[in-house]
């Protein structure tokens, strides 16, 4: 239980760094982003947590968990397919900028995390990880991607996934509620 709770804290810590400058506290901090650099954060934070299903589809043995990571997988790749149509539509090139580097440098990190993890370990470290990264994608989400999008196409995207990530929380919470008795 103790370990747990470290890893827990230790998950949630580690994604709240990871998100820290693209949720700043004070709108005044917000970086300024082009819909582009928009479209870039919101692919690139998507394909996050297919890998991140990817890793789990290999490690885990729990049918809830798989059931999970094929949802987030399956769910994830319908938003970057309608990102990938909407910006081919208006004709813009996703764009690379500090907070999608930012995120893919801290997903190394954290996809590394999880291959040093095995059984139940493995479960408990990706399920907490899953209920870190939503709440601070949920928050980059509302807090800064949609106040930066310019485009009210990109915008109503970027509305419309919300919903489905809340639902993702509630799962990933539900599973790590689960979790917390093995």
């Given at each position: 239980?103790r370990?747990?709770?470290?890893?827990?804290?230790?998950?949630?810590?580690?994604?709240?760094?990871?998100?820290?400058?693209?949720?700043?506290?004070?709108?005044?901090?917000?970086?300024?982003?082009?819909?582009?650099?928009?479209?870039?954060?919101?692919?690139v934070?998507?394909?996050?947590?297919?890998?991140?299903?990817?890793?789990?589809?290999?490690?885990?043995?729990?049918?809830?968990?798989?059931?999970?990571?094929?949802?987030?997988?399956?769910?994830?790749q319908a938003?970057?397919?309608?990102?990938?149509?909407?910006?081919q539509?208006?004709?813009?090139?996703?764009?690379?900028n500090?907070?999608?580097?930012?995120?893919?440098?801290?997903?190394?990190?954290?996809?590394?995390?999880?291959?040093?993890?095995?059984?139940?370990?493995?479960?408990?470290?990706?399920?907490?990880?899953?209920?870190?990264?939503?709440?601070?994608?949920?928050?980059?989400?509302?807090n800064?991607?949609?106040?930066?999008?310019?485009?009210?196409?990109?915008?109503?995207?970027?509305?419309?996934i919300?919903?489905?990530?809340?639902?993702h929380?509630?799962?990933?919470?539900?599973?790590?509620?689960?979790?917390?008795?093995?």
């Amino acid at each position: 239980m103790r370990t747990w709770k470290t890893m827990a804290a230790w998950a949630t810590g580690m994604l709240c760094c990871l998100l820290l400058p693209v949720v700043p506290a004070a709108a005044q901090d917000n970086p300024e982003l082009s819909d582009p650099e928009v479209a870039s954060v919101a692919v690139v934070a998507n394909q996050i947590d297919i890998d991140h299903a990817k890793i789990a589809k290999e490690r885990s043995k729990d049918p809830k968990v798989l059931q999970f990571a094929q949802t987030m997988a399956s769910d994830h790749q319908a938003v970057i397919d309608q990102a990938v149509a909407l910006v081919q539509k208006l004709g813009v090139t996703p764009q690379d900028n500090a907070v999608s580097k930012k995120l893919l440098a801290d997903a190394a990190t954290t996809d590394k995390m999880l291959r040093t993890k095995s059984g139940v370990a493995f479960d408990k470290a990706y399920i907490d990880n899953e209920v870190a990264y939503h709440k601070a994608v949920i928050g980059a989400v509302e807090n800064l991607l949609i106040p930066e999008s310019e485009n009210a196409e990109l915008k109503e995207l970027l509305q419309s996934i919300v919903p489905a990530l809340k639902t993702h929380l509630e799962h990933a919470q539900m599973l790590q509620t689960e979790l917390q008795g093995k």
